[in-house]
């Protein structure tokens, strides 16, 4: 019953930002962990970033530590990922997630899905 809408990517250069938004439904937003993965072709599911239902807790991905900040708005229903410094290894569709049942690094145990959106990292 919880539906996710990313926006926000795009084509960018090397070295510039982008920031992605995940919009989503129903009325228990901030009970959720809400996550951001990415997956480009020929591989498996990436863990970016995750943010606890409080938004008190947050995890970075090594690759992208220092780089990404994710963020809530638990009364707009709204998460983010804030993407500096970008580079041509970031080049992915980038989904957001939700986890009712606690927060992890791992893409088996969110159960609701956005559809993606495109990341192009290229000069």
């Known amino acids: 019953q919880v539906q996710l809408v990313e926006s926000g990517g795009g084509l960018v250069q090397p070295g510039g930002s982008l920031r992605l938004s995940c919009a989503a439904s129903?009325?228990?937003?901030?009970?959720?962990?809400m996550g951001w993965f990415r997956q480009s072709p020929g591989k498996e599911r990436e863990f970016v970033a995750y943010?606890?239902?409080?938004?008190?807790?947050?995890r970075y991905a090594d690759s992208v530590k220092g780089r990404f900040t994710i963020s809530r708005d638990n009364a707009k229903n709204m998460v983010y990922l804030q993407m500096n410094s970008l580079k041509p290894e970031d080049t992915a569709v980038y989904s957001c997630?939700?986890?009712?049942?606690?927060?992890?690094?791992?893409?088996?145990?969110?159960?609701?899905w956005g559809q993606g959106t495109q990341v192009t990292v290229s000069s």
């Open positions: 943010i606890s239902g409080s938004g008190g807790t947050t």
């Open positions: 129903g009325r228990t937003f901030s009970s959720y962990c």
């Open positions: 997630a939700a986890d009712r049942n606690g927060c992890g690094s791992s893409y088996q145990t969110y159960t609701y």
